[in-house]
């Protein structure tokens, strides 16, 4: 199967002795979903007894999307006799004794600690549309990743995909990567529609009909598809929230509440009550 040269570049960095966490895509059409699904049916093949994850948001559009593209892939290549897919246990089982468990990484509020994955072991992780997924789901896969490394003198390495988003990606990848300032064990290859000789005319012809917002995303791949002069708080200002190097370390400082006492959250609980705030009487006020 023929790649396209970003993917060979992905490829590149996951196979380096560097690179741990690889984020891919940017937009849609760059073959994000075909990329993931090799890089696991190689490591599998490659390395027998190993155990990989295969992770999206909701198992449900696991199975509908990425598991489909791997199954479609797998049957392209003549690999369909190499492996059987378990539908009750989520399960790809591979000959030679390699597995692929496709995991469900919703942030559940029964489970806000992802306490389910605590005793899981895996030799690598593929998160496709990542984005979807909370950056602790990101962190706590990456922590599980330990099975047979020592074995086979791999290094951990995690493959996410993804679209435009304004959250941690944004944060931890795109803003970073743009500044020049991105951590070494990261890496992050921008794949566009226009980088895919293989897509349907018609898949671009309709992405370019999108409403202006969406063709910057999903088309163009660009993070800042809505920033807005007249915005009240720019989207690196928010990225920034826990590393205020803007604000002056000396000096009289403001703060301005909005305590909505007379609002109601979830339930029918004042919404700073769920937060543990007190807020006496007359706190409406701006106070300095």
């Known amino acids: 199967m023929k790649l396209l040269p970003k993917q060979k570049n992905a490829i ?14 940017g937009a849609a059409g760059g073959g994000k979903s075909r990329l993931g699904c090799l890089w696991l049916m190689e490591m599998c093949q490659k390395y027998p007894g190993t ?36 539908a009750q246990e989520h399960v790809i089982y ?3 004794g390699s597995e692929i468990l496709l995991k469900d990484l919703h942030l559940y509020p029964s489970d806000p600690n992802f306490d389910s994955l605590g005793s899981l072991e895996i030799t690598g ?45 944004y944060k931890e990848f795109y803003k970073p990567y743009r500044d020049k300032a991105l951590d070494p064990y990261r890496c992050f290859i921008k794949s566009l529609p226009a980088d895919n000789p293989f897509l349907p005319k018609s898949t671009v012809a309709a992405m370019l009909r999108f409403d202006t917002v969406k063709r910057e995303r999903l ?13 009240l708080i720019d989207a690196d200002s928010i990225a920034d929230y826990f590393n205020p190097v803007h604000i002056a ?16 959250g979830q339930n029918g609980v004042p919404r700073l009550a769920r937060l543990g705030v007190h807020t006496p009487r007359g706190a409406g006020r701006i106070a300095d």
């Not at 590149?12 to 895509?25: N, R």
Request: proline share 3%; hydrophobic share 35%.
């Open 12 to 25: 590149y960095y996951l196979k380096d002795a560097v690179t741990e966490e690889i984020l891919y895509g």
């Open 51 to 86: 155990r990989w994850l295969m992770g999206r948001s909701k198992l449900k559009h696991l199975r509908e999307t990425t598991l489909k593209t791997f199954l479609e892939t797998a049957g392209e290549l003549g690999l369909a006799v190499q492996f059987r897919y378990n």
């Open 94 to 96: 591979w000959n030679n």
């Open 125 to 169: 992780a593929f998160i496709d549309e990542c984005n979807q997924v909370s950056y602790a789901a990101w962190q706590v896969v990456k922590s599980r990743i330990r099975y047979r490394l020592t074995q086979y003198k791999l290094m951990p390495k995690m493959l996410g995909t993804c679209n435009p988003a304004k959250n941690w990606v």
């Open 219 to 231: 088309y163009h791949g660009n993070w800042e598809y809505d920033d807005d002069p007249a915005t």
């Open 249 to 264: 370390p000396e000096g009289r400082k403001y703060m301005t509440i909005d305590v909505a006492r007379k609002g109601r």
